[in-house]
């Protein structure tokens, strides 16, 4: 079966939480070569996250834990990459 190389994750995470150490401990799980974590949007309450992970054979169950640790949830599951290279998205022309 193929290995995952590349998630992008929506996540939420209280307004109260560290978000650079989230990074680093997304980046520290075994699987994980490097996290990288943009703010969508912050209100009050919480705060939005695209969280684009890479690396060998990444476990989704193994960040998710690391991201509830944080107080986090996933909302969805924007893209996935797998196979022995990462391809780059290439837009499609437009008539």
């Known amino acids: 079966m193929a290995k995952v190389r590349r998630l992008v994750l929506d996540v939420m995470v209280p ?11 997304v980046a520290d799980v075994k699987t994980v070569h490097g996290a990288n974590i943009l703010v969508s949007e912050i209100d009050k309450e919480v705060i939005n996250l695209k969280v684009i992970v890479e690396g060998d054979n990444l476990k989704i169950n193994e960040i998710e834990k690391v991201i509830a640790q ?4 996933i ?4 893209n996935v990459v797998a196979g022995k ?3 780059e998205d290439v837009e499609t022309p437009q008539d």
Do not use: F, P, R, Y
């Open 75 to 78: 909302h969805s599951v924007d």
């Open 15 to 25: 307004n109260i939480a560290d978000v650079t150490k989230l990074a680093q401990d």
């Open 85 to 87: 290279e990462i391809v």
């Open 70 to 73: 944080h107080g986090g949830t």
